[in-house]
Every structure is written in C-alpha cells, then in structure tokens.
C-alpha cells in the first residue's frame, strides 16, 4: 500500500490519520493538491505519509498561534466558521491547509509560492 501512487482517496485518509478529523471541515480539491505534490516528487502514500508525520508538530504549533480579534472575526466572515475558535482567536487548518503547510515547512515559503497555481508572485 506504501508503494501505491496517491490518490485524492489516500490523501485525506492519510491526513485524517496523523491529524484529528476536526480538520475535515472544507471541501477538499484533491486534484489540485495532488498536482502540487506531484510538482515537488512526492507521488506515492509512502513519501506523503513521512512528509506529513515530518511536519506535524511544527503545524500545530502554528494552528497555536493566537491572532488580533480583528483578525479572527475578519476570518469569521470570509471563511467556513468550523474552522475559527472564536473564544481563543485561533483557527485550524482545513486539509487543504495541512498539506501545503508540510509543503512549505519542506521545501520553503519561496518554493511552494512559486509553484503553487495562480500565486501572487510575479517573475522579474
């Protein structure tokens, strides 16, 4: 099973197995996810499953971080509210936010922006 190529299916088994289901809260686009994976060579369950254990802890630790008020009811508004502890003023990520979250604790921040489709960033 370790061997076989990931599939949007094995994804968010994977995830949901080293992160707690509360992360399932959003649609999840596999197919996109999967393209950015495959982008940075990671294509088997094995390779993603080492890489989310990798980055679990540093992950958390950021879910950890507290944000202005103004912040939490700004994320509130605009996004899914399963996702937002108002009494804390922190958020979870959704799995979506997981996996690019190991992409970029991997590989780092310029890497994952530069590869990841319709990013901000502009080539000089």
Known sequence: MDAEKLTGQSLQKI???????????AGLDASELLSELEDFGIT??????????KHRRAI???????MLRAETLDLLRQF?????????NTSRFAVSGLVRGAL?????????????????????
């Not at 995830?15 to 707690?20: C, G, I, N, P, T």
């Not at 958390?60 to 507290?66: R, T």
């Open 60 to 66: 958390l630790s950021d879910e950890k971080q507290k």
């Open 104 to 124: 970029e604790k991997e590989f780092g921040w310029d890497a994952v922006v530069e590869k990841v489709p319709g990013s901000l960033v502009t080539s000089d």
């Open 15 to 25: 995830v949901l197995s080293v992160f707690r289901k509360c992360h399932d809260y």
């Open 44 to 53: 088997t369950n094995k390779s993603f499953r080492l890489l989310m254990k």
């Open 80 to 88: 899914n509210p399963a996702g937002i502890d108002v009494h804390s």
